[in-house]
């Protein structure tokens, strides 16, 4: 098995969604809830000379995956995935955002997580697959679009501890609106005390699953308290910001600048958030990647040198952040107004991504 195949074979569902069902979906397809009707599929395995490849790329109709009870991925983790989206522009054509760098991301993850590295031409042939084959589920609304879920999980039955020679790749496809609903306002965001989303040499630049599970429990105290969503900070160095559970964050100064904190190993590096980097350099502002405490972030709303917070990431691409509650305490008032900066970076960002605006970057990949 020395050759990676890339030739996908298709075998399309003969039971897709009737359109009336499909079409009541994209009125209001909320986030995450509905599927598309297909799944593309790469198998990885090793053989019995310790050789190991990818093969048996396919489209197949979505449904469950059957796995051993013993599987890997069950017992240990050996788990990760991307987000992404598809948008639909104007003359008909369907284009995805920096894939690129999502492939890059996702090897860099299958490295800390000893799962196995997917060539970029596997990985943009698997949206391509799957896109074209349900383009149909693509919204058509303002900031909608179809979001892509990659994933990479171990699947063979073992209960050694030790890297999986099994290993799965597949994309399934959601039609995504508004990720916290409705018009874009500031969220309120809890500051957790009691728990840590990654340690140093963990697995926090990684997009793993395990990252996001331990931040639940944060997330529920966060929702107790009114909150939208929690942040993450490094107490072990001067309460220093980190991410939210899903999000990265970014700091528009009075002075001009741009402020985000700076990857520590302990922080996934968002494409969204380098993207944000690049437009605001583009537009002239001083972008700085540093170690920003809590503490700062409280001094510079009081005093004003903080004029702007928000926070980035594919799902939610960027949301502006009002309060900041840290137990009894709020940063920030309730009723402030989604910054200038941040509107304005968002809807330039969006544009590139719908084509509404130039990407002068190279950013876009067209899927169909």
């Known amino acids: 098995m020395t050759a990676t195949e890339t030739q996908f074979t298709q075998h399309l569902s003969t039971r897709r969604t009737p359109v009336e069902e499909r079409e009541a979906v994209l ?20 053989d019995e000379s310790g050789v190991g490849g990818w093969h048996s790329a396919r489209l197949e109709p979505y449904g469950p995956i059957a796995l051993d009870p013993a599987a890997a991925v069950l017992h240990y983790g050996q788990e990760i995935f991307e987000g992404m989206k598809a948008y639909r522009h104007a003359d008909g054509s369907v284009w995805t955002f920096r894939a690129d760098a999502n492939a890059a991301r996702l090897n860099r993850s299958a490295v800390r997580l000893a799962l196995p590295q997917l060539p970029e031409e596997l990985f943009l042939e698997s949206l391509r697959q799957l896109v074209a084959a349900d383009q149909d589920w693509i919204p058509s609304g303002d900031g909608e679009s179809l979001y892509i ?14 890297p999986a020679r099994e290993v799965s790749y597949r994309v399934i496809a959601s039609p995504a609106g508004n990720y916290f609903g409705g018009e874009v306002r500031p969220v309120d965001i809890w500051v957790s005390r009691n728990y840590a989303r ?25 929702e107790a308290h009114g909150c939208k969503q929690v942040l993450f900070l490094d107490q ?6 980190e991410e939210l559970g899903g999000m990265n964050v970014f700091f528009v100064f009075r002075d001009g600048s741009l402020v985000t904190p700076a990857l520590s190993g ?9 993207s944000v980097i ?19 972030w409280r001094d510079g709303v009081a005093t004003g040198d ?20 840290d137990g009894d305490e709020y940063i920030g008032t309730a009723d402030g107004a989604a910054g200038e900066v941040t ?26």
């Open 198 to 222: 990654a340690g140093r040499g963990g697995t926090g630049a990684a997009k793993a699953g395990g990252n996001y599970a331990s931040s639940l429990a944060a997330q529920l105290e966060a």
């Open 236 to 241: 072990f160095n001067d309460n220093a910001v």
């Open 278 to 296: 690049q437009l605001g350099r583009d537009r002239g502002l001083d972008v700085v990647e540093r170690k920003i405490t809590l503490d700062e």
């Open 266 to 274: 302990t922080i996934l590096e968002g494409v969204t958030r380098s």
């Open 149 to 162: 879920r990659p994933f990479m999980i171990a699947t063979e039955a073992f209960l050694g501890v030790r």
């Open 343 to 368: 509107m304005s970076i968002r809807s330039q960002l969006l544009g590139i991504q719908t084509g509404a605006v130039e990407d002068t970057h190279g950013w876009l990949v067209r899927l169909v």
């Open 306 to 325: 903080i004029t702007e917070v928000f926070a980035c990431g594919t799902a939610a691409v960027i949301t502006p952040i009002g309060r900041l509650r």
């Open 27 to 46: 009125a209001n397809p909320g986030f995450g809830n509905f599927f598309t009707d297909h799944t593309a599929i790469v198998d990885f395995s090793v």
